[in-house]
């Protein structure tokens, strides 16, 4: 198994920028693909950003492409999602998941870091 906690959450202005961490315990951390989701008040969980486990092919959700980006540091057990450009629209409680790359479910999850963005 492993681990995840995010980190960086906050309240920020439209426009401005945060930075969340997830970092991750257990197992070997390079064998998982990461991914970043959230869960706005009142709507479901949706998909945000994705990495492969070599950091080698990430993939957006609309809503983040050109503005959000992610990556990863194996050797530290790190992952992070870069926001910049954030919108009211955008606050939610983001999480950090993982699964192992012979699954197609992300089976590890965080417990969540929040994201308010003020107008």
């Known amino acids: 198994q492993v681990q995840l906690v995010e980190s960086g959450g906050g309240l920020v202005q439209a426009g401005g920028s945060l930075r969340l961490s997830c970092a991750a315990s257990?197992?070997?951390?390079?064998?998982?693909?990461i991914g970043w989701f959230r869960r706005a008040p009142g709507k479901l969980r949706e998909f945000v950003a994705y990495?492969?486990?070599?950091?080698?092919?990430?993939s957006y959700a609309d809503s983040a492409k050109g503005r959000f980006t992610i990556s990863r540091d194996n050797a530290k057990n790190m992952a992070y999602l870069q926001m910049n450009s954030l919108k009211p629209e955008d606050t939610a409680v983001y999480y950090c998941?993982?699964?192992?790359?012979?699954?197609?479910?992300?089976?590890?999850w965080g417990q969540g870091t929040q994201v308010t963005v003020s107008s």
């Open positions: 998941a993982a699964r192992s790359v012979t699954t197609t479910e992300f089976t590890f």
């Open positions: 257990g197992r070997t951390f390079s064998s998982y693909d």
């Open positions: 990495m492969r486990e070599q950091g080698t092919t990430t």
